[in-house]
């Protein structure tokens, strides 16, 4: 990312594609769900790309080339796991329990927090 324009840009054309689904898909619980943790992988994105931004050229730490990478694992991991469960849902009208849905979508989300964590700690041991 080269600029906070073009970060700006990627985010909400992001934001703007996954709220276009609400116009294809069937709305369900599952959906709504799967929504918001997209939501969340694009703040994300949008965080650690104003932090590598911000820190650009300050140092050559290599915690802070693996953050996009881990930050675009985050989200293709998540959206992949939803997409599929969302089609199989409105597809072949079997769905995983709301409440499995969201617990493998939180321990996501807690397994790439644990190495963003670590990422921003070795970036900051090595100042």
């Known amino acids: 990312m080269k600029n906070k324009k073009s970060i700006l840009v990627l985010c909400s054309s992001l934001l703007i594609l996954f709220s276009l689904f609400f116009l294809i898909a069937e709305i369900s619980p599952l959906f709504i769900t799967a929504y918001v943790f997209a939501v969340i992988?694009?703040?994300?994105?949008?965080?650690?790309?104003?932090?590598?931004?911000?820190?650009?050229?300050?140092?050559?730490?290599?915690a802070l080339a693996v953050l996009p990478f881990t930050t675009w694992q985050y989200l293709f991991s998540e959206i992949l796991f939803s997409a599929?469960?969302?089609?199989?849902?409105?597809?072949i009208r079997r769905?995983?329990?709301?409440?499995?849905?969201?617990?493998?979508?939180?321990?996501?989300?807690?397994?790439?927090?644990?190495?963003?964590?670590?990422?921003?700690?070795?970036?900051?041991?090595?100042?």
């Open 84 to 91: 599929v469960l969302v089609i199989c849902e409105n597809t």
């Open 41 to 62: 992988g694009v703040s994300v994105l949008f965080y650690n790309s104003m932090f590598l931004l911000k820190h650009k050229g300050k140092n050559n730490n290599p």
């Open 95 to 127: 769905a995983l329990p709301l409440l499995w849905f969201l617990l493998i979508h939180l321990l996501i989300l807690a397994y790439f927090s644990v190495r963003f964590i670590v990422l921003y700690a070795e970036n900051k041991s090595k100042k």
